[in-house]
T-cell receptor, first 115, second 115 residues
Framework: EAQVTQNPRYLITVTGKKLTVTCSQN?????MSWYRQDPGLGLRQIYY???????DKGDVPEGYKVSRKEKRNFPLILESPSPNQTSLYFC???FGQGQGNTEAFFGQGTRLTVV | GENVEQHPSTLSVQEGDSAVIKCTYS??????FPWYKQELGKGPQLIID?????GEKKDQRIAVTLNKTAKHFSLHITETQPEDSAVYFC??????????????FGGGTRVLVKP
């Protein structure tokens, strides 16, 4: 089954404790991205990756890091989480530029609470 | 960059009535406009999309219209059913450009279909 898998689904952590949210896709997509969803703000892009070892900032990258060592995996790293990073996070993947199909597939989401 | 505004933020309709959600975008170069449906506890899922060379597209009970001159597009759901209750997001993107498939989302519309 084609899917994007995020883990964990729920996470409560304390300020300053490093954490990683994993994301994996099995569709051989080149393009992957992370979004955060906040009430009334829709989904805002944090970081994206156009292919292995190619990453770039989205609209709200402060406080986040990503890596793309393999095509299927795109983890989101919070080195020192703060309460304003409490949010619902989504990983998404799609075919790359010029592929014709721009549909983005989303994971189930990770609800993060930083206390 | 692109900015997408979506209205209304909440919409309550009687089962069987129609629902309309409107979005405006700022970048006239945007050429792909998808709509996503997010059910409770799940990630957004593509339900319909439209490209800038088309004015209208239908898929059973849902339709999308695009007015490039006015830079707005709308989602129409006819004969609403309880399973249409969800949060709907519009998005716009400059597909096939160097930035890849970055989606800029509207703020979302929570639709409630009352039986």
């Amino acid at each position: 089954e084609a899917q994007v898998t995020q883990n964990p689904r729920y996470l409560i952590t304390v300020t300053g404790k490093k954490l990683t949210v994993t994301c994996s896709q099995n569709m051989n997509h080149e393009y992957m991205s992370w979004y955060r969803q906040d009430p009334g703000l829709g989904l805002r892009q944090i970081y994206y990756s156009m292919n292995v070892e190619v990453t770039d900032k989205g609209d709200v990258p402060e406080g986040y890091k990503v890596s793309r060592k393999e095509k299927r995996n795109f983890p989101l790293i919070l080195e020192s989480p703060s309460p304003n990073q409490t949010s619902l996070y989504f990983c998404a993947s799609s075919f790359g530029q010029g592929q014709g199909n721009t549909e983005a597939f989303f994971g189930q989401g990770t609800r993060l609470t930083v206390v | 960059g692109e900015n997408v505004e979506q209205h209304p933020s909440t919409l309550s309709v009687q089962e069987g009535d129609s629902a309309v959600i409107k979005c405006t975008y700022s970048d006239s170069a945007s050429n792909y406009f998808p709509w996503y449906k997010q059910e409770l506890g799940k990630g957004p899922q593509l339900i319909i999309d439209i490209r800038s060379n088309v004015g209208e597209k239908k898929d059973q009970r849902i339709a999308v219209t695009l007015n490039k001159t006015a830079k707005h597009f709308s989602l129409h759901i006819t004969e609403t059913q309880p399973e249409d209750s969800a949060v709907y997001f519009c998005a716009a993107t400059l597909s096939f450009k160097a930035a890849g498939n970055k989606l800029t989302f509207g703020g979302g519309t929570r639709v409630l279909v009352k039986p």
